[in-house]
């Protein structure tokens, strides 16, 4: 049994879907034209920031979908008459969708391009935004929401690859972390945007990160590794140029991608029975691993719920204090932005799980002493306000390298011959994780709230001891180095 190479299938392409050579030779030609601007994309740092920032309205979009659900309850709950049950459903069915945009998302990115994957995650998220705000019952709620999961799927991996693929080493994991730093930042966008709109203006709103998105797709290039893969060397080196700038010398790097797709191409048919060489296996575990260990700390249940959860801990303005949070997980995750590249993924992963370990299992303390004392003692009071600072801790432990850095490495180390299926295999496992905990939190805190955090915080202290025993450092490394460093 065996399946095909995302490279054999892929080299019948003649051009990417969303197709912009002539623009890089136009860029490199007209400089008394272009004046100014020509001068900005000589600048290679610049020419790549400003790719990753348009890519960047996807994962806004991500989180803006993640923290919908949040401030918009209970006014969803009273105009529609919903159910807890069928607001929970709803909740969930962004993950469902998701899943199924993560089966996809390899082989459409391999197939069509990176940003004509994009193109294709943006459609059904505006869609679904729409159903949404016209919603009259549950049914057009679902369908919304399914639909939003479906291009938050896509997206989820798409980006991260895009960023890891158009980066210099040197760069690499900060441009790489913009990616949930934009999350974040899509999280807090709807925290806030909720302080102030009701339900179906916030679905409104949603919009509007994919629709920038769509128009901006148009005015930057394509992956230069997957277009040399495609096998248009030509375009890939035009593409490399514009994004390390007119006047750098791209030789090395270029003998370097074309090593590395010479190699991949070597077998046109990679085996099932092939995965249990270390090569393949080997990443293929960390990049699952991480990504699982992600959701299993129980983040998605905490931002999903937040607002609940707050009330639980005797906060009066639990909206507010939930805005609070998502705007402490930007900072904290525009931090680690800044220091990836200098301290290194895994000292961050090991830093921020241990920090998680800690919030969590203070957090569990607390509400369990809570639920053995009068709701009227000083003591209660006391621990409602540790569970609180328990977990502005949790969320910016997570934000610190938890919740970035497993998709930066999920980028860098999959074998290039097998990314596609790799790379959809290791998002599935992440939102189907992260479907699992979102449907049980509720539930979970119901039962016991020092039971549902004692567990995150088990969870969280299998992380520590999964990164020190496994995971490679990968700072400082190409793309090449890294994955040829498995063989």
Wanted: glycine residues 10%; aromatic residues 10%; proline residues 3%.
């Amino acid at each position: 049994m065996s399946f095909r190479d995302d490279n054999e299938d892929g080299r019948d392409l003649k051009k990417p879907f969303l197709h912009t050579g002539s623009w890089y030779r136009m860029s490199a030609r007209g400089n008394s034209i272009m004046g100014s601007s020509a001068q900005v994309l000589r600048d290679g740092s610049i020419s790549v920031v400003l790719c990753v920032l348009i890519v960047a309205l996807g994962p806004i979009q991500f989180g803006f979908t993640c923290g919908y659900s949040s401030p918009t309850q209970d006014q969803m709950i009273s105009d529609l008459k919903l159910s807890i049950s069928e607001f929970s459903i709803f909740g969930s069915l962004s993950n469902v969708g998701a899943m199924v945009g993560a089966i996809a998302s390899g082989q459409i990115a391999e197939y069509i391009g990176r940003k004509g994957s994009l193109m294709i995650a943006a459609i059904p998220n505006i869609i679904g935004w729409l159903a949404i705000s016209f919603a009259k019952d549950s049914s057009f709620l679902f369908l919304g929401r399914l639909l939003e999961g479906f291009g938050v799927g896509i997206i989820s991996y798409t980006v991260p690859v895009y960023i890891a693929e158009i980066s210099p080493q040197n760069m690499r994991g900060s441009l790489g972390s913009v990616n949930q730093l934009s999350v974040t930042i899509g999280i807090m966008l709807a925290y806030l945007l909720g302080l102030f709109a009701n339900w179906r203006v916030l679905a409104v709103l949603g919009i509007l990160p994919c629709t920038l998105l769509i128009p901006g797709l148009f005015f930057i290039p394509e992956s230069p590794r997957w277009l040399a893969k495609m096998g248009m060397m030509e375009d890939s080196e035009a593409s490399l140029q514009v994004l390390r700038g007119f006047d750098t010398d791209i030789s090395v790097e270029v003998n370097e991608i074309k090593r590395a797709v010479a190699s991949s191409s070597k077998r046109a048919t990679i085996r099932f029975a092939d995965l249990k060489r270390r090569r393949y296996w080997y990443p293929l575990t960390i990049g699952i691993g991480l990504l699982v260990l992600q959701q299993l700390s129980g983040i998605n249940g905490v931002l999903f719920y937040s607002s609940n959860i707050f009330e639980r801990a005797g906060v009066s303005s639990s909206n507010v204090a939930t805005f609070g949070l998502g705007a402490i997980q930007v900072i904290a995750t525009g931090v680690t932005t800044w220091l990836v590249d200098k301290a290194g993924r895994r000292l961050l992963l090991t830093v921020s799980s241990s920090g998680m370990t800690l919030s969590l299992l203070v957090v569990a303390v607390a509400f369990f002493v809570e639920g053995m004392v009068s709701g009227d003692s000083d003591l209660h009071s006391i621990m409602g306000i540790l569970s609180l600072v328990g977990l502005v801790a949790f969320a910016i432990s997570f934000s610190l390298g938890v919740g970035a850095i497993p998709w930066v490495i999920m980028s860098e180390i999959l074998p290039v011959n097998i990314k596609g299926l790799a790379g959809s295999v290791a998002t599935l496992a992440n939102w189907l994780t992260s479907c699992v905990i979102t449907m049980t939190a509720n539930l979970l805190l119901t039962w016991s709230g020092g039971g549902t955090f004692t567990i995150y915080a088990i969870v969280a202290a299998f992380t520590v001891v999964f990164v020190t025993l496994w995971v490679p450092e990968t700072k400082g490394r190409s793309l090449e180095e890294i994955q040829s460093s498995f063989r």
